[in-house]
């Protein structure tokens, strides 16, 4: 993003050179793929764990998550093969240059690498996901689980909810930047107000990568209890500290290992037993 802002402050022009320009454009067009594909994976991986918790409880290892992450990256750097091959430096007026896809017909090539880009990075892992998710309240709604039938009506409501705001936020992120990307097939010479949507709009798809991770501490209460776990202090271990109170009911503190036992000890024992 720095180079991106620094390139529309600039209206344009690119003052990093040649090679910076491939490498940057590259690894920012891999950052959208990535992101997409990674959030295909989990939305994969939440349909096995709640339709197929046993059978595939195998798959679901951290090695296996790590082999996955390392394909997802390895396909999103395929794809971005052709913004590998020709991005390079277009001459401006005044001897300046910008950034660019220096594609070799600009007609033909830019109506199909549009197309290539807008179903690999958006309309397959948009059909995919909301077809996942589809599927796991499907089988929300139909399975007989020994729960109460009002758990089971919050548990869906949870899992519909989460589902429909990780669609929504992919759709209303990333939408509006591919289809002015096939509104500008059609434009010749656009316009200021369609140059300050399409910058609006690339950040909008920047924004996405930021709202998924708060999406899931806010809607998943599995990911707050491993999130709040691994951010819990491990050297502070608590204890269980039974108490009576004055009507004589037990009460029940956790104590950290540690404190003074003394006080715990003198509550446990009965007021007409204490030593006087």
Sequence with gaps: MPFLIHQLLGN?????GAEMCRVITALDSNSQIVSTYILTAMTLDRYLATVHPIRFNYIRTPCVAA???????GLSLLTIIPVWM???????????VACALLLPDAVTDIYWFTLYQFFLAFAIPLA???LVFFKILQHMSASVAPLPPWSLRVRTRKVTRMAVAICL???ICWAPYYILQLIHL????PSIAFSYAYNIAISMGYANSCINPFLY??????????????????NRK?????????????????VPEGAQQEPASREMIPSNMAPQ
């Design 186 to 189: 059609g434009v010749q010479k």
């Design 67 to 73: 082999l996955v992450i390392g394909l997802v990256w």
């Design 169 to 171: 936020a992919f759709f």
């Design 217 to 234: 501490i806010t809607l998943s209460e599995t990911f707050k209890r491993q999130f709040l776990r691994a951010v819990r202090p491990v």
């Design 86 to 96: 020709y991005a390079g430096l277009m001459p401006l007026p005044d001897g300046l």
């Design 12 to 16: 344009g022009t690119w003052h990093f």
């Design 128 to 130: 995919i996901i909301c």
């Design 238 to 254: 608590f204890r269980v500290n039974p108490s009576t109170t004055e009507r004589g009911s037990v009460s029940v503190r956790m």
